[in-house]
Nanobody, 122 residues
Framework: QVQLVESGGGLVQAGDSLRLSCEASGLTIGDYVMGWFRQTPGKEREFVAM????????QYTDSAEGRFTISRDNAENTVHLQMNGLKPEDTAVYYC???????????????WGQGTQVTVSS
């Protein structure tokens, strides 16, 4: 059974940092592109970042570029999202997901975690 379990969310103030983690079981993340998405109430889930199988390539949404860093540890079967300079508009439930292709479209992601809440106060 495939499971992706996110952790590291919480309540922080604007300007603070958080490091989200996603631990996989039942699959080898080295075989997958890993991505982070987020969703706020009343809005569609949106792409945040993704990283290639070997970690050499990554992409970010414009609002995350320069503030967030996605990384992966294939030996630990874990992917991380380091978020610096957090803003209130970053408040959302953050999901990690696994895809067999390097693509930011959600439909390309086969496996999803349950999400972790990030709340940034002003």
């Amino acid at each position: 059974q495939v499971q992706l379990v996110e952790s590291g969310g919480g309540l922080v103030q604007a300007g603070d940092s958080l490091r989200l983690s996603c631990e996989a079981s039942g699959l080898t993340i080295g075989d997958y592109v890993m991505g982070w998405f987020r969703q706020t109430p009343g809005k569609e889930r949106e792409f945040v970042a993704m990283i290639s199988w070997n970690g050499r390539s990554s992409q970010y949404t414009d609002s995350a570029e320069g503030r967030f860093t996605i990384s992966r540890d294939n030996a630990e079967n874990t992917v991380h999202l380091q978020m610096n300079g957090l803003k209130p508009e970053d408040t959302a439930v953050y999901y990690c997901a696994a895809s067999s292709v390097f693509n930011r479209l959600q439909i390309r992601y086969s496996y999803w975690g349950q999400g972790t809440q990030v709340t940034v106060s002003s």
